[in-house]
């Protein structure tokens, strides 16, 4: 399986979605997706487009695994994609209880060093 179509079953997993859903989307059958895969062939651009469009990442991402607009905010977007219902859930805390969430993480990591 070539990368690009690793990254998609990535991201499939990670929305909870299928390729039968996917391919239903793009308005292609689930047979274009099994032969993609079984060549280890990228689509063709178009294709890769409405892939990235449904599953709301890029192109880029899809292809190359990197993330330009995020790598030069330094954001690891699988970090962030682990660590963002840990932030969703932060967010909802009370102001002095985000505080001491913080003094805590800040004392770790202090520690560590």
Do not use: H
């Amino acid at each position: 399986m070539s990368e690009f179509w690793k990254r998609v079953d990535e991201e499939l997993d990670y929305l909870g979605i299928n390729r039968t859903y996917l391919a239903n989307k793009c308005d292609f059958s689930l047979t274009n997706i099994g032969q993609g895969i079984k060549l280890g062939s990228t689509p063709s651009a178009d294709t890769a487009v409405k892939i990235a469009k449904v599953l709301n990442v890029s192109v880029e991402y899809l292809v190359t695994g990197e993330n330009i607009s995020l790598k030069n905010e330094g954001v690891d977007i699988k970090k962030y994609r682990e660590y963002s219902a840990l932030i969703s859930q932060l967010d909802s805390l009370p102001e002095n209880q985000k505080d001491l969430v913080k003094s805590i993480i800040t004392k770790m990591y202090e520690w560590g060093k």
